[in-house]
């Protein structure tokens, strides 16, 4: 199995992701972000004009933070954007340079990631999250059971917070409330 990018020790360790709810504060979110952090443009909202728009805004500054931009599109629109990747699920290999970040919720999603090659897997929800109230969730010990299994570097997700990801005990962790 080849990976598209990087080994495990370069994908970043903290990742904010966007959506409605964050859109007003991300400049000062992503200003705070550790240099060298993931982040993940969502902004389904928005018609697709308007979301080109908005991430082109924000991409100066990732940059200068020296953040992976990925977008949650296809790889054409990821390309067009001058993004360095795509968010979620995929059936195919990705354009050179370009990176994928899955999305997986349970085992048959982690091994359809790591066959694909994902350079990495945002795996939820870990925690309660504030989008799915009362929804399932996998807790400590059931991330840990997929985390652990996997080949891809796993960034846990779903209600995270500093203190969550101490509590889950793991490095990589993304949130949008958590981080905004």
């Given at each position: ?16 992701l ?52 990925i ?49 990495a ?31 891809a ?28």
């Amino acid at each position: 199995m080849v990976r598209h990018q990087s080994p495990d020790t370069e994908v970043p360790l903290l990742w904010l992701l966007s959506d409605e709810r964050n859109d007003g504060v991300l400049e000062a979110a992503i200003a705070r972000l550790p240099e060298g952090s993931g982040f993940v443009f969502r902004h389904y909202h928005l018609p697709e004009d308007e979301r080109a728009n908005r991430f082109a805004g924000l991409l100066p500054s990732l940059r200068a933070g020296k953040h992976w931009a990925i977008v949650s599109d296809t790889y054409e629109t990821a390309v067009q954007w001058g993004a360095d990747g795509v968010y979620g699920p995929s059936n195919r290999m990705p354009p050179a340079g370009m990176k994928w970040i899955a999305t997986a919720h349970d085992d048959d999603e982690m091994v359809d990631a790591d066959r694909g090659a994902a350079d990495a897997i945002m795996l939820s929800p870990v925690f309660q999250t504030r989008s799915h109230p009362g929804g399932e969730v996998l807790g400590i010990e059931g991330f840990h059971r997929l985390a652990r299994a996997s080949v891809a570097p796993v960034i846990a997700l779903g209600g995270m917070t500093a203190g969550r990801a101490r509590e889950l005990d793991w490095p990589r962790w993304a949130a949008i409330d958590g981080l905004s």
